[in-house]
């Protein structure tokens, strides 16, 4: 990785996530968040505790992408600064393929979970609209703490995530750990002593009083998927041409 993107190395991660706040401009996060906003409703995933959409589309049932560019707007100005640090450098297509966009309503979250073996083990994550924290836990602790009453126990590490900044995480980090968001209308215990990345974030008067409000946050999760089918192959997917 080049040397700005080690600049922003969050130490105790050991190498394994990186953190860049002001990464995009307010006016680039007002246009991206209206872009968000203005794509057909169709486009959005309703779950439970979230929606999401899926660009350019979802992985086939062997977590097989179907090649297709990105719409502009998740390509510039966020990728092309992505290729200035070498995010994606060793990546194997060298850059992503692949975003998913996530929002989250105050008391929305996601459970603890991995992103799995369809992509690169590297997640780029851009955030808009509000700050979030992004608990992460070890699968091992994870699995013993969780009752049966499915909690989970306490995280390992937790990452505030400023609107409009950007977390890359990778390596161990994504294979040996599992991250996910409280559901919950407030982020607290906030400070030095429990938040990772306290000494890179941008601003903390906000923070320093232990405790920030969610309104609602969006995520750009930029991702490489392994497999990816060329449209000529599309067919043979679709189970048409042999
Ligand atoms: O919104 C985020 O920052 C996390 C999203 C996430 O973990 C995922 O989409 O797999
Ligand atoms: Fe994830």
Not at 16 to 36: H, N, P
Not at 175 to 193: K, M, N
Request: hydrophobic letters at 35%.
């Amino acid at each position: 990785m080049s040397y700005d993107l080690d600049a922003a190395r969050i130490a105790p991660l050991s190498g394994d996530a990186f953190y860049i706040s002001d990464f995009i401009s307010e006016d680039e996060e007002a246009l991206l968040m209206q872009k968000v906003q203005s794509v057909p409703l169709p486009r959005w995933t309703h779950l439970s505790h979230r929606r999401l959409q899926t660009w350019p589309s979802a992985l086939t049932k062997s977590n097989t992408l179907l090649s297709s560019p990105l719409p502009s707007w998740l390509t510039n100005p966020i990728i092309h600064r992505f290729k200035e640090l070498g995010v994606f450098a060793n990546a194997p297509h060298t850059t992503p393929n692949h975003v998913l966009v996530n929002e989250y309503q105050p008391g929305q979250g996601i459970m603890p979970h991995e992103d799995g073996a369809a992509y690169y083990p590297l997640v780029a994550t851009v955030s808009l609209g509000a700050p979030i924290v992004l608990d992460i836990y070890e699968k091992d602790s994870h699995q013993l703490d969780a009752g049966a009453d499915d909690s989970h126990g306490k995280p390992r590490f937790r990452i505030l995530q400023e609107r409009r900044s950007l977390l890359v995480m990778r390596g161990k980090l994504y294979t040996d750990f599992l991250h996910g968001i409280a559901e919950s209308t407030r982020d607290e215990d906030l400070g030095p002593h429990s938040i990772c990345n306290w000494d890179l974030l941008g601003e903390k008067a906000p923070y320093e009083g232990g405790w920030v409000v969610r309104e609602t946050r969006t995520s750009l999760t930029y991702r490489d998927v392994l497999k990816v089918a060329k449209m000529g192959n599309t067919l043979k997917f679709l189970g048409g041409a042999k």
